[in-house]
T-cell receptor, first 114, second 111 residues
Framework: DTGVSQNPRHKITKRGQNVTFRCDPI?????LYWYRQTLGQGPEFLTY????????KSRLLSDRFSAERPKGSFSTLEIQRTEQGDSAMYLC????????????FGQGTRLTVV | GENVEQHPSTLSVQEGDSAVIKCTYS??????FPWYKQELGKGPQLIID?????GEKKDQRIAVTLNKTAKHFSLHITETQPEDSAVYFC??????????FGTGTSLTVIP
């Protein structure tokens, strides 16, 4: 399968713990996006990378959230000191650079903070 | 920033009938409009898209129309089948820098 891969698929953590998610994009895609989706809502933009550069961050991305893409390939999203409000589906997508290029999503990581 | 509104939030149709979902956007600079289908517990799947230099695009039973002047675009599904049942999201983007999504339409096709 050469699509976008996210791990883990599910994560249950206690409030206050740190969690890290991984995203492996489609190999030739240089853009990588992180989105958050809560039940009944559309995906909300968090941040995106072009190669290893983080080009834009949403105000939703508080200082407890950090994302990296060190070699321009896979990316990690870390949430520190998790809160119950962080419970959501975290989606990763990738695309090639340019106007109107298709973005393909992974299956997401479902985070539950208890 | 961009604001995308989507209607209706739920839609039920009989198998074989057509379904139409409508979206409006606020930023006239947006130039790319994809549609995604999302099944329970899965990530969104791109089903069709349209760019601002095109007014209509069709792929088998699915079509999308774009009216740049009115800043709205629509998804049309003809000859609906039970497997079309899912949540559909529209999105708007400027050069793929980020995608702004609508709130989704839950489509149910009744056999």
């Amino acid at each position: 399968d050469t699509g976008v891969s996210q791990n883990p698929r599910h994560k249950i953590t206690k409030r206050g713990q740190n969690v890290t998610f991984r995203c492996d994009p489609i190999s030739e895609h240089n853009r990588l996006y992180w989105y958050r989706q809560t039940l009944g809502q559309g995906p909300e933009f968090l941040t995106y990378f072009q190669n290893e550069a983080q080009l834009e961050k949403s105000r939703l991305l508080s200082d407890r959230f950090s994302a990296e893409r060190p070699k321009g390939s896979f990316s990690t999203l870390e949430i520190q000191r998790t809160e119950q409000g962080d419970s959501a589906m975290y989606l990763c997508a990738s695309s090639t650079q340019g106007q109107g290029t298709e973005a393909f999503f992974g299956q997401g990581t479902r985070l539950t903070v208890v | 920033g961009e604001n995308v509104e989507q209607h209706p939030s739920t839609l039920s149709v009989q198998e074989g009938d057509s379904a139409v979902i409508k979206c409006t956007y606020s930023d006239s600079a947006s130039n790319y409009f994809p549609w995604y289908k999302q099944e329970l517990g899965k990530g969104p799947q791109l089903i069709i898209d349209i760019r601002s230099n095109v007014g209509e695009k069709k792929d088998q039973r699915i079509a999308v129309t774009l009216n740049k002047t009115a800043k709205h675009f629509s998804l049309h599904i003809t000859e609906t089948q039970p497997e079309d049942s899912a949540v559909y999201f529209c999105a708007a983007s400027l050069a793929g820098n980020q995608f702004y999504f609508g709130t989704g339409t839950s489509l149910t096709v009744i056999p």
